[in-house]
């Protein structure tokens, strides 16, 4: 059943915005609505997609034992933002109970679950900071949560703001953490401009160096169609045992990208590739186009090859340079450094910081995570100062 409210905001340039509570049966039966939303807003066009958010929720969502609980926000008849939001009871740091609130695409803190990023309300740009506080007003009219996480989001500086307009003198206790960057390459001018803008040990490891990988054999660059999803995923989680000994995907993560990448195929936005060496695979890239953007999920390649040649960096090379054919402007190699080396900073031009914002309240909660975060930011300067 849909409960409809009507939010004011206190300015009241905007006018009035219109919520319902969409349940797991009304959401899924809302593609359109949402797809038609997502279409126009500044919001992330692949982890806050139709496909990510339900592929995440019926892989990850039964894990978790709750249903989500997804606000809509109108004007009128059109529709304007959704907040794709569940519940669920955790443990932090193993002892403190607390009833959580977060965004569809991750369970703050836990193993389990897949990771997404750049999470927030989908809205256009005109509409975010209102969608934002109207989500927040709605959050604080409720009585049965203590803690709502905005996990790895652009935009952390501004649910802060929000917060602080609609809640400014019964503010809860606010944390940002587990800041990073994410990193990207700008294509937009064409692979070639790219390359000229790189430094020159960049380049000759992207680009000049591929004559080196002839010498063990035919190179063929390939994108995947539909039919070899499953062998590029094998070949994918194959070389990623040579190298660390584990696959890439395994178990609800593997059936979680397998289903999304047959989906994305579909429509063309499915860029897997292998490179091919003296007729074997010697490497898999698994990254997703969204609307300009190529995301980098997941690489893995044949350590073994030759120490004369960075395998993984030709192979970005050959997809940069596929991808600014197709005239994709962004090539995002997603949150956090290499494994072993920090190939991000290198190839990218720009980088964004991510963090997560954990709003906490109740009696006990706010006080317990004040005093530690205090104790933790005297023990940094004491640190500081003795060095």
């Known amino acids: 059943m849909i409960d409809a409210v009507t939010l004011e905001r206190e300015r009241g340039a905007v006018g009035a915005l219109t919520l319902e509570r969409w349940s797991r049966e009304e959401w899924l039966a809302r593609e359109g609505a949402w797809n038609a939303l997502i279409a126009r807003a500044a919001s992330d066009p692949l982890f806050l997609s139709w496909e990510w958010?339900?592929?995440?929720?019926?892989?990850?969502?039964?894990?978790?034992?709750?249903?989500?609980?997804?606000?809509?926000?109108s004007r009128g008849a059109e529709l304007v933002g959704l907040a794709p939001l569940y519940r669920r009871r955790v443990l932090r740091s193993g002892f403190l109970p607390a009833r959580s609130v977060q965004l569809i695409g991750l369970s703050w803190r836990e193993?389990?679950?897949?990771?997404?990023?750049?999470?927030?309300?989908?809205?256009?740009?005109?509409?975010?900071?209102?969608?934002?506080?109207a989500c927040l007003c709605t959050l604080l009219g409720e009585v049965d949560w203590t803690e709502f996480v905005?996990?790895?989001?652009?935009?952390?500086?501004?649910?802060?703001?929000a917060l602080a307009r609609v809640a400014p003198e019964a503010e809860p206790y606010v944390r940002e953490v587990d800041r990073t960057v994410s990193y990207h390459a700008d294509l937009g001018a064409g692979f070639a401009a790219y390359l000229r803008d790189l430094h020159q040990s960049t380049r000759r490891s992207l680009w000049h160096l591929r004559p080196r990988l002839t010498s063990h054999g035919p190179v063929r660059f390939e994108m995947l169609r539909g039919e070899d999803i499953d062998a590029g995923f094998a070949d994918l989680n194959r070389l990623h045992r040579l190298r660390w000994r584990k696959p890439a995907f395994a178990g609800r993560r593997l059936q979680f990208h397998l289903e999304l990448a047959r989906r994305l195929a579909e429509r063309g936005e499915l860029a897997l590739s292998r490179l091919r060496v003296g007729g074997r695979t010697v490497s898999v890239l698994y990254d997703i186009r969204k609307r300009g953007?190529?995301?980098?999920?997941?690489?893995?390649?044949?350590?073994?090859?030759?120490?004369?040649?960075?395998?993984?960096?030709?192979?970005?090379?050959?997809?940069?340079e596929a991808a600014a054919e197709q005239h994709i402007a962004t090539y995002d190699f997603l949150a956090g450094p290499g494994r072993t080396s920090d190939f991000k900073r290198l190839l990218a031009q720009t980088r964004h910081p991510l963090s997560s914002v954990q709003l906490l309240r109740g009696p006990v909660l706010p006080s317990l995570y004040r005093w530690r975060d205090r104790v933790r930011q005297r023990g940094a300067g004491a640190s500081g100062n003795g060095a």
């Open 150 to 161: 905005i996990g790895l989001t652009l935009t952390g500086a501004q649910w802060r703001s």
């Open 293 to 320: 953007r190529q995301y980098n999920i997941k690489m893995a390649f044949d350590p073994g090859l030759s120490r004369r040649i960075s395998l993984g960096l030709l192979h970005f090379g050959y997809a940069m």
């Open 53 to 73: 958010q339900t592929s995440w929720w019926r892989h990850f969502g039964d894990e978790l034992g709750q249903e989500p609980h997804i606000l809509a926000f």
């Open 111 to 133: 193993p389990g679950p897949l990771i997404s990023e750049y999470l927030d309300v989908i809205a256009p740009a005109c509409e975010l900071e209102a969608v934002r506080e």
